[in-house]
């Protein structure tokens, strides 16, 4: 485990057991075997699986959070910034879908609890992302227009993930822009 931490290596690991068989059908034991570690290792750093697929979640989200929010600071016009918007989330929903579809799912699985509280997680930093996105390219942030952007970049990663289709990048953009209130 040279160069990387015990901690990272430990999340590497399970995110590839959990797409490859699932948060439900991967066991602690499985993660620490493929690590060569003792499972107090892992519970050194996680309390438990839960514990590490919401490190992997917010880890996840964090990583795309930065990608958007690098983008309100770009200059030019509104219908650009749009294009490389879109063009970001279809890059985005590439990278990030697999593990999004897996997180989404298995907290799914979790108790009630668990699952209320990491999707308000997710929904939440999911929409203060794209309201300061709108504050910034947009100015004034109202319920509906984050409510019309999430609606979009969902298709635009749905399509992306499930479809392969392939985006009309000027026209999302174009739909964005009029949606709201370019």
Do not use: C, H
């Not at 699985?109 to 203060?128: P, V």
């Amino acid at each position: 485990m040279e160069g990387i931490s015990k901690k990272e290596k430990i999340i590497e690991v399970s995110e590839q057991l959990f797409l490859e068989k699932g948060f439900s059908n991967t066991s602690v034991k499985d993660i620490t075997n493929a690590l060569g570690i003792s499972k107090g290792s892992f519970y050194t750093y996680f309390d438990s699986k839960e514990a590490l697929l919401e490190e992997i979640v917010k880890r996840t989200l964090e990583k795309i959070e930065t990608e958007l929010l690098g983008l309100q600071n770009k200059s030019g016009n509104k219908e650009e910034i749009l294009k490389e918007f879109v063009a970001m989330n279809i890059n985005l929903a590439k990278e990030f879908g697999p593990s999004i579809v897996i997180s989404l799912r298995d907290v799914a699985l979790l108790g009630e609890n668990s699952t209320k509280t990491l999707s308000g997680k997710i929904f939440s930093m999911i929409r203060n992302t794209l309201s300061t996105f709108i504050d910034k390219v947009f100015g004034a942030v109202t319920n509906d227009r984050v409510t019309f952007l999430s609606g979009i970049v969902i298709s635009i990663w749905i399509q992306t993930i499930f479809f392969d289709d392939k985006i009309d990048i000027k026209s999302f953009a174009n739909m964005i822009l009029n949606g709201l209130g370019g």
